[in-house]
């Protein structure tokens, strides 16, 4: 069975510093891997998704996330952050042999970004 | 605007009442999810739908009973829930079972 790891509950960053969300995963056979964000009273919102190829994925609002397989981790980053990224970060993996199966989710990652 | 539509956005039930959350999505997608987020509990899979078949149950109780007339439309019937039932109700869509979902602004059910 696959599963996620968010270790940190909350992260507190100053604004216009590096921010870094970590996850890992477990997972038999190759992962699907994906990052979401969620913004009060709303549902999750997609930010970017690992398939293959290349270990830095790009996504939306300048985030981007490193696949590393020996560490099997998919760490959230941004060079640069803002008050308004302020939200709670879900990390999630699927497995793509055997037939797709549906997304399992970590427990999120509450971002404060402080002004 | 992710595509998915929940109806109503709030609810308030008493526990002996009946009602119904409502998810629409015309994305052209095959699968269909029920979740349930409670504060400070992770995001909790319930139902999933494929082609308008279940393909899970994660043990949900019966209070709760979904139904998947068509791929764009996706119900969660409730009734006789307890107070403990309070949560977010979300619902999502994705193309496959294993690809990008796409979430409703979900259902805030309140039982008192």
């Known amino acids: 069975a696959q599963s996620v790891a968010q270790p940190e509950d909350q992260v507190n960053v100053a604004e216009g510093n590096p921010l870094t969300v970590k996850c890992t995963y477990s997972?038999?056979?190759?992962?699907?891997l994906f990052w979401y964000v969620q913004y009060p009273n709303r549902g999750l919102q997609f930010l970017l998704k690992?398939?293959?190829?290349?270990?830095l994925v790009k996504g939306s609002y300048g985030f981007e996330a490193e696949f590393n397989k020996s560490q099997t981790s998919f760490h959230l980053k941004k060079p640069s952050a803002l008050v308004s990224d302020s939200a709670l970060y879900f990390c999630a993996v699927s497995r793509t042999n055997s037939g797709n199966t549906p997304l399992v989710f970590g427990k999120g990652t509450r971002l404060s970004v402080i002004a | 605007e992710t595509g998915v539509t929940q109806t109503p956005r709030h609810l308030v039930m008493g526990m002996t009442n009946k009602k119904s959350l409502k998810c629409e999505q015309h994305l052209g997608h095959n699968a269909m999810y029920w979740y349930k987020q409670s504060a400070k509990k992770p995001l909790e899979l319930m139902f999933v739908y494929n082609f308008k078949e279940q393909t899970e149950n994660n043990s949900v109780p019966s209070r709760f009973s979904p139904e998947c007339p068509n791929s764009s439309h996706l119900f969660l019937h409730l009734h006789t829930l307890q107070p403990e039932d309070s949560a977010l109700y979300l619902c999502?869509?994705?193309?496959?079972?294993?690809?990008?979902?796409?979430f409703g602004a979900g259902t805030r059910l309140s039982v008192l």
């Open positions: 690992y398939i293959t190829g290349d270990n």
């Open positions: 997972v038999s056979g190759n992962p699907y």
């Open positions: 999502a869509s994705s193309l496959d079972r294993g690809d990008i979902q796409y």
